[in-house]
């Protein structure tokens, strides 16, 4: 069994979701500019979302790659990666041996997007973040929770990853630790928790895009942004093969580096006053 999250479905690209960007044509040279300096390797979509992501959102990246599919700048074959799912590899159309490529990273990709992987993935985060947290002096107010000094979200099934509170501040904390970004109604609903609670959203994410951000600061909140996709103990193989195979940022930390924490900490301080 696989989890859903890590396929390369790419929603954006099949999904007329987002009215035409401007930055869409950026993207479309960025992107061949990418494939002139590698005529001879296959990119699966996800892949490249994330290549790109300082550079463009997501769905902006995926909507340049299906443009140049279309005009024939790229190629792109479809590969199973287990019942019923396909990733989407993107190629250099004069590029001979893809199949040969495709087979070395679909091997990596099956590896990584299994169930039990994903599920220790996002439960190394929040355990590395949360204990991190708790050192800096912050109180627990429970784990997989929806519920606050008497009050409960019953709307829907959701809760919070933790809760806790330092210096009177109280903060509903959400951890995402994939490459894809945070679902924006999963986004939606967890301010609403919070604010239904009345907490402070903080949102641990590898990454998010400003417009998500921007939703989480208007609502008081914080972004802790950590950029690698974080492994358990026990993986650093599979990390090397990922980053030397598919060159994603991924990590296998022992504890979060104090950089990311002490950002938000000089953040909580100003809030205090």
């Known amino acids: 069994m696989f989890e859903e999250e890590f396929y390369d479905y790419s929603d954006y690209y099949d999904v007329e979701e987002w009215p035409r960007d401007v930055k869409i044509d950026e993207a479309k040279e960025s992107l061949k500019s ?8 296959v990119f699966y979509i996800k892949q490249l979302e994330v290549t790109f992501e300082k550079q463009f959102f997501h769905w902006i990246t995926a909507k340049a790659i299906r443009e140049l599919l279309e005009e024939g700048r790229l190629k792109m074959e479809e ?26 990273d679909i091997q990596v990709i099956r590896e990584y997007s299994h169930h039990e992987i994903a599920m220790a993935c996002g439960e190394q ?12 002096g912050f109180l627990s107010h429970g784990q997989d929770i929806n519920e606050f000094k008497g009050e409960k979200w019953i709307k829907t ?10 210096d009177g501040i109280v903060y509903g904390c959400e951890v995402k630790n994939t490459f ?20 402070r959203p903080l ?28 492994y358990p103990f026990g ?3 599979l990390v090397k093969r990922i980053t030397e195979v598919l060159g994603m940022p991924v990590d296998c930390p022992r504890s979060i580096p104090e950089g990311i924490i002490n950002r938000f900490m000089n953040w909580h301080n100003k809030q205090r006053v």
């Open 34 to 41: 990418f494939f002139r300096q590698n005529p001879q390797a």
């Open 79 to 104: 590969v199973p990666l287990a019942k019923g799912t396909r990733v989407k590899f993107v190629f250099n159309p004069r590029y001979r041996y893809y199949k040969r490529a495709t087979k070395k």
């Open 125 to 136: 985060a929040d355990v590395l973040f949360f204990n991190a947290l708790i050192a800096k």
């Open 157 to 166: 099934n959701h809760n919070l990853d933790f809760i806790i509170e330092k």
């Open 180 to 199: 894809d970004y945070i679902d924006v109604e999963e986004l939606s609903i967890k301010l609403e928790i919070c604010k239904y609670l009345g907490l």
């Open 203 to 230: 949102f641990i994410m590898r990454y998010s895009p400003k417009s998500y951000n921007f939703e989480i600061i208007k609502n008081g909140g914080y972004a802790m942004i950590f950029e690698k996709q974080i």
């Open 235 to 237: 993986q650093s193989a």
